[in-house]
């Protein structure tokens, strides 16, 4: 598993507070009405300096100038070169003398939780795109980013050779693909669900209730830990997973433990277990260290919500996309949409 993956992983998970608009249910949001009355003390202009011109850097920025009076001023300051906006999220070039020029990725490779992306443009543009601007990307699109979906998310190769493609969202048809597309779509997934249940008799069913487990653990854990926005909504679905099958599939349990009760396939349990990698911790349990080792160098079962944001077939969130041009144009995108709000 490549490293390089870690990193729009972390982007999209810790850096969310910085892609969202601040939660009105949290004393500490800074509100519009907070922000106004911070700049507009003793009716002098006040300045605000953000560190970093990396995407969360570059989100913030737009966030906070959407938000202040005219009066006020938003100044980012960045270390490095032009051509490193961005910081790692960007792309350069690689000239081959009689071949030509071929563009690398500096950091990540594949890009996840597009909504947030789209929502960031949508929410700081001064035109009005309507209301579904946040679903359809179309302000997004109009700053030169637009993301694809990939189908299949990507290929898996064991130890031993053998390989199995993950990533196949049910609506193909309405992602802009030919006839011909879909049917080699539909052809590799069905190769895919033989290989499910090569591994292990129906495989391809405990995969999918997997899945299943870690969307509902996505669509709580993701408002209410990761971006501090009380959703009580998703808590029964959270909860019915978290309990059912006499706690298998508890939240808190290590990753592998709760894995190797659904699974009896190392193949199996090395496709769910692998995203744990993404934040430095392993799967096993550590029977010398308190409930496991969870949080230390063990990943909690909770953790499988990292399958749900690539994998899951149905879930708004889920999908791995590519930006068109390459990583550097969501840097360029977020530049050009921090210069139309005078972000210095």
Not at 241 to 246: I, P, V
Request: hydrophobic letters at 35%; aromatic letters at 10%.
């Amino acid at each position: 598993m490549r490293w390089n993956v870690i990193l729009p992983v972390l982007a999209t998970l810790q850096l969310s507070r910085a892609f969202s608009t601040p939660s009105s249910s949290s004393d500490n949001a800074p509100s519009r009405r907070k922000l106004l009355a911070t700049t507009t003390v003793n009716n002098r202009n006040q300045r605000v300096v953000i560190i970093g011109a990396g995407v969360g850097g570059l989100a913030t920025a737009a966030r906070i100038s959407s938000q202040l009076p005219k009066n006020a001023e938003v100044v980012v300051l960045e270390k490095n070169d032009r051509d490193r906006l961005g910081g790692r999220c960007g792309s350069f070039d690689v000239s081959l003398e009689g071949v030509g020029s071929f563009r690398h990725e500096r950091g990540p490779s594949l890009l996840l939780l597009k909504g947030e992306y789209e929502r960031l443009f949508a929410d700081c543009s001064d035109y009005d795109y309507g209301a579904t601007a946040g679903q359809d990307g179309s302000a997004a699109r109009s700053y030169g980013l637009e993301m694809k979906q990939c189908i299949p998310a990507y290929q898996v190769v064991f130890e031993d050779g053998d390989t199995i493609s993950l990533g196949f969202p049910r609506s193909k048809c309405s992602r802009g693909y030919s006839i011909e597309e879909v049917k080699q779509i539909q052809m590799l997934e069905q190769q895919s669900i033989s290989k499910f249940n090569s591994f292990e008799p129906d495989g391809f069913r405990k995969w999918e209730e997997y899945l299943d487990t870690c969307a509902a653990y996505l669509d709580c854990g993701l408002p209410n830990f990761i971006e501090e926005k009380l959703d009580l909504v998703s808590f029964p679905a959270f909860l019915i997973e978290a309990l059912r099958e006499g706690g298998k599939r508890w939240p808190l349990r290590p990753h592998g433990n709760m894995l190797s009760s659904l699974f009896s396939s190392p193949k199996m349990t090395a496709l769910a277990s692998f995203q744990d990698l993404y934040v430095g911790l392993e799967p096993y349990e550590n029977s010398k260290q308190f409930g496991g080792g969870v949080l230390r160098k063990t990943a909690p079962a909770v953790f499988g919500l990292l399958a749900a944001i690539e994998l899951h077939p149905t879930n708004d969130r889920a999908g791995v996309f590519a930006p068109v041009g390459g990583f550097r144009q969501v840097a360029e995108s977020m530049h050009r949409l921090c210069l139309d709000l005078d972000v210095k």
